[in-house]
């Protein structure tokens, strides 16, 4: 057979198929597959940018944190017999004179309150020795383990001491303010 | 065209709804024609015809105007889909196909007839899918030599040594004495 003749014959099929196209309801159809993409594409662009902001808050957590702590004056290493009374979080915070101050009050000191410990784990290992730190924390940090702060106080600095384990994980923390003894 | 096609792409890929269906209705007919000459299965034609579109929808960021146009491009997907689902129904071997349209004269001195035309379809499809591409994309549609090579992912010298070749066995599939007599 001669070239001319094989495109003759292609030709007879291409017009031949020149009007194929999808059948009805096929456009309806791609659009509705489209949609569904476009969703799911949505959603996984959504839930990436969760898990993005969730890494960046916890890596700014982790960064955070230990930098506070540097500036801080460790207290002395005390011994500890058994757990501080730690309350349920769901009860209202209760401010209270320490029983023991931690230091020493100068003369004219202001009195310090503390509120009680919080729990910072769930389940912790049995307590042999642990540790105060002080440290320099937000109020949000506050919020964080169910007490009351206004919005307005939300970045303002405050006091804490958190009760640091033998395995050098931190138990637990309680807030400490200051107020003078004349009030 | 091709400007226009690349801007709706665009779109398209913003997830704008109205440019998938202005470029679904001015492309699927050739994408269902490609698929069809390549499978022979009006059902599969039109699975893979969706499948293109979704798939540009998904991948078409890679699409680089530089190299050739939208519908090339289009051609390309729906080539690599045409030869996952080929690998995946491959039905009978090739010989088959020759044997049972192979005739003792020739057929297009009756082309007008619908029989005829099947069995250039025939013909088509029992070539092997490398010299079939080229055929269906740029003797049956609507592609350059350039947009085949970029749908093809080859230089333009091997779409048209595979288009001579291709020619030259369907002469010989079209012209030859029955082979199993």
Same mark, same amino acid.
Request: net charge neutral; glycine share 4%.
């Given at each position: ?183 | ?109 009756? #082309? ?24 269906? #994309?740029?003797? #049956? ?32 599939? #079209? ?7």
């Amino acid at each position: 057979m001669s070239e001319d003749r094989v495109t003759e014959a292609l030709n007879a099929l291409r017009g031949a198929d020149l009007d194929i196209e999808t059948g009805p309801g096929a456009e309806v159809r791609a659009l509705l597959a489209f949609r569904r993409q476009q969703r799911r594409i949505r959603f996984r662009r959504m839930a990436l940018s969760l898990a993005t902001s969730a890494a960046a808050a916890a890596a700014v957590l982790w960064l955070t944190v230990p930098r506070v702590q540097t500036r801080i004056t460790t207290a002395p290493e005390v011994a500890v017999n058994e757990p501080p009374p730690i309350p349920p979080q769901s009860q209202p915070a209760v401010i209270h004179k320490s029983a023991a101050p931690r230091r020493s009050p100068a003369p004219q000191a202001p009195e310090e309150i503390a509120t009680d410990f919080y729990p910072l784990m769930v389940s912790a290992p049995p307590l042999e020795r642990a540790m105060l730190v002080r440290v320099t924390v937000r109020a949000a940090a506050m919020r964080s383990v169910g007490l009351n702060v206004g919005d307005e106080h939300l970045a303002d600095l405050v006091q804490a001491d958190v009760l640091v384990g033998q395995d050098n994980l931190a138990r637990a923390i309680r807030f400490v303010s200051y107020r003078n003894r004349e009030e | 065209m091709s400007s226009i096609e690349q801007h709706l792409l665009k779109r398209l890929l913003k997830g704008d709804e109205e440019a998938f269906a202005a470029l679904y209705r001015v492309r699927h007919g050739a994408i269902c024609r490609f698929a069809l000459q390549m499978t022979g299965r009006k059902d599969l034609a039109e699975d893979i015809t969706q499948e293109t579109f979704l798939a540009l929808a998904l991948h078409g960021n890679r699409y680089d105007a530089t190299r050739g146009s939208v519908m090339a491009f289009l051609y390309g997907i729906a080539r690599n889909l045409v030869l996952k689902r080929l690998e995946k129904e491959r039905p009978e071997a090739n010989e088959t196909v020759v044997e049972e349209f192979a005739g003792d004269e020739d057929l297009l001195g009756d #082309l007008t007839r619908r029989e005829s035309i099947d069995e250039v379809r025939r013909a088509v499809l029992s070539l092997p899918p490398a010299y079939r591409e080229a055929v269906v #994309l740029c003797e #049956l549609g609507e592609a350059t030599y350039e947009d085949a090579a970029f749908a093809l992912g080859c230089p333009v010298g091997t779409v048209r040594s595979r288009l001579s070749r291709a020619r030259a066995l369907l002469a010989k599939k #079209l012209t030859v004495k029955c082979m199993v007599l």
